[in-house]
């Protein structure tokens, strides 16, 4: 007899409820209220939606999210800042790191999981394959996005069939630096993602992409899909998630880590972006792309030694929480590449941190860039 799993089909549902629901079940499943879980559903409105680990304010184009009532939602997971609407359909799986079914790592956790929308996607007849680390494509062009990350010992993967997308409000949610900035960003997003209406030339139905997502998984998982509802527990949960997501600590709280050092950072001069606090005294800060995301760096230096660094990007780190235990790890060290590189390293050997494609020397590389200047 196959293994049963739940099925919620919420549908349309409110945008910060999409981001909420799935750490809400991850918190029932945690406590052993329910079964391991999959999730269908899509925003009713557009939200732009941003990576656990990212600085909004360096993201996001506020002012426009302001004018256009487009909301802006952290979500619980690593990867980066992009807009939602209803042109996608959203699978998120929630399941214990206990069942045999489920990989133990984050990397094998994509590659098995997106079997299903990977078989799903060949189904209505295009041509997929599966990009590491976490992405599917087309012809070199990306066809989904997807997360993951845990709660406690749940894990938790989250992605989208992108069966239409809106690339002008993409590029417009975005911070850059300038207008000719943008239209460039919006050209290279063109060629670098497509969707399920350009490839087939028709838009199919929500409900027969669900109907085939449901097969596929069941036959990846070897489960069986039972549908029900979201339970009372849960329901409260949710209740509670939305006091946090709505909260400035909540949507800032990666700057908020380091405010006095983003203050001094604002007086940095483009290229550059080194400051002279006083006699060896300096903030400097840095952008390295690592296979597994876009990491930055911003760090006071005394004396050559380490005195002040915030961490953030759009890659995953997980558990996600340690990444500010290893910016206070950091603390002190002399900027040393040895010094610093072992100290990333023992500090992902002893937290277990997985970071797929992101790895303890592309931190050290990311910090030795910021001071490259100096």
Same mark, same amino acid.
């Given at each position: 007899?196959?293994?049963?799993?739940?099925?919620?089909?919420l549908?349309?549902?409110?945008?910060l409820?999409?981001?909420?629901?799935? &750490?809400?079940?991850?918190i029932?499943?945690?406590?052993g209220?329910?079964?391991?879980?999959?999730?269908?559903?899509?925003?009713?409105e557009?939200?732009?939606?941003?990576g656990?680990?990212?600085?909004?304010?360096?993201?996001?184009d506020?002012?426009?999210?302001?004018?256009?009532?487009?909301?802006?939602?952290?979500r619980?997971?690593?990867?980066?800042?992009?807009?939602?609407?209803?042109?996608q359909?959203?699978?998120?799986?929630?399941?214990?790191?206990d069942?045999?079914k489920?990989?133990?790592?984050?990397?094998?956790l994509?590659?098995?999981m997106?079997?299903?929308p990977?078989?799903?996607?060949?189904?209505?007849?295009?041509?997929?394959k599966?990009?590491?680390?976490?992405?599917?494509?087309?012809?070199?062009?990306?066809?989904?996005g997807?997360?993951?990350?845990?709660?406690?010992?749940i894990?938790?993967?989250?992605?989208?069939?992108?069966i239409?997308?809106?690339?002008?409000?993409?590029v417009?949610?975005?911070?850059?630096p300038?207008?000719?900035?943008?239209?460039?960003?919006?050209?290279?997003?063109?060629?670098?993602?497509?969707?399920?209406?350009?490839?087939?030339?028709?838009?199919p139905?929500?409900?027969?992409?669900?109907?085939?997502?449901?097969k596929s998984?069941?036959?990846?998982?070897?489960?069986?899909?039972?549908?029900?509802?979201l339970?009372?527990?849960?329901?409260s949960?949710?209740? &509670?998630?939305?006091?946090k997501?709505?909260?400035?600590?909540?949507?800032?709280q990666?700057s908020?880590?380091?405010?006095?050092?983003?203050v001094?950072?604002?007086?940095?001069?483009?290229?550059?972006?080194?400051?002279?606090?006083?006699?060896?005294?300096?903030?400097?800060?840095s952008?390295?792309?690592?296979?597994?995301?876009?990491?930055?760096v911003?760090?006071?230096v005394?004396?050559?030694?380490?005195?002040?660094?915030?961490?953030?990007?759009?890659?995953?780190?997980?558990p996600?929480?340690?990444?500010a235990?290893?910016?206070?790890?950091?603390?002190?060290?002399?900027?040393?590449?040895?010094?610093?590189?072992?100290?990333?390293?023992?500090?992902?050997?002893i937290?277990?941190?997985q970071?797929?494609?992101?790895?303890p020397q592309?931190?050290?590389?990311?910090i030795?860039?910021?001071?490259?200047?100096l």
């Amino acid at each position: 007899m196959k293994e049963q799993w739940r099925l919620l089909e919420l549908g349309g549902i409110d945008p910060l409820e999409t981001q909420m629901v799935y &750490e809400a079940v991850a918190i029932a499943r945690a406590k052993g209220l329910v079964l391991d879980t999959i999730i269908f559903c899509w925003p009713k409105e557009p939200l732009v939606c941003i990576g656990f680990h990212q600085e909004v304010e360096k993201e996001i184009d506020f002012e426009y999210c302001k004018k256009t009532n487009i909301p802006i939602v952290r979500r619980i997971l690593g990867g980066g800042a992009v807009y939602l609407d209803a042109g996608q359909l959203f699978y998120q799986i929630i399941a214990s790191e206990d069942n045999p079914k489920v990989p133990k790592t984050i990397d094998k956790l994509f590659e098995k999981m997106l079997e299903a929308p990977i078989q799903t996607y060949r189904e209505i007849g295009i041509p997929v394959k599966y990009k590491p680390i976490n992405d599917i494509e087309v012809n070199g062009k990306k066809i989904s996005g997807n997360g993951a990350g845990k709660v406690e010992k749940i894990n938790i993967l989250t992605g989208n069939l992108i069966i239409d997308f809106n690339f002008d409000e993409m590029v417009k949610i975005l911070r850059v630096p300038s207008e000719k900035f943008r239209d460039k960003l919006a050209s290279t997003l063109k060629e670098r993602l497509t969707t399920i209406t350009y490839q087939l030339g028709t838009v199919p139905a929500k409900d027969h992409l669900i109907s085939l997502l449901k097969k596929s998984f069941e036959n990846v998982l070897e489960i069986k899909l039972q549908e029900e509802q979201l339970s009372h527990e849960e329901e409260s949960i949710l209740k &509670e998630l939305r006091i946090k997501y709505l909260s400035e600590d909540w949507i800032f709280q990666t700057s908020l880590r380091h405010p006095e050092l983003l203050v001094k950072l604002q007086r940095a001069s483009e290229p550059e972006r080194v400051v002279k606090i006083a006699g060896g005294i300096y903030v400097c800060e840095s952008i390295f792309k690592s296979e597994g995301g876009l990491i930055r760096v911003t760090m006071e230096v005394e004396n050559k030694k380490i005195k002040d660094i915030l961490i953030s990007g759009d890659f995953e780190f997980i558990p996600k929480e340690k990444l500010a235990e290893l910016e206070k790890d950091l603390l002190g060290l002399e900027i040393d590449e040895t010094q610093i590189n072992n100290a990333i390293v023992d500090f992902y050997k002893i937290n277990e941190i997985q970071a797929p494609g992101t790895l303890p020397q592309d931190f050290t590389k990311s910090i030795l860039l910021a001071i490259q200047n100096l």
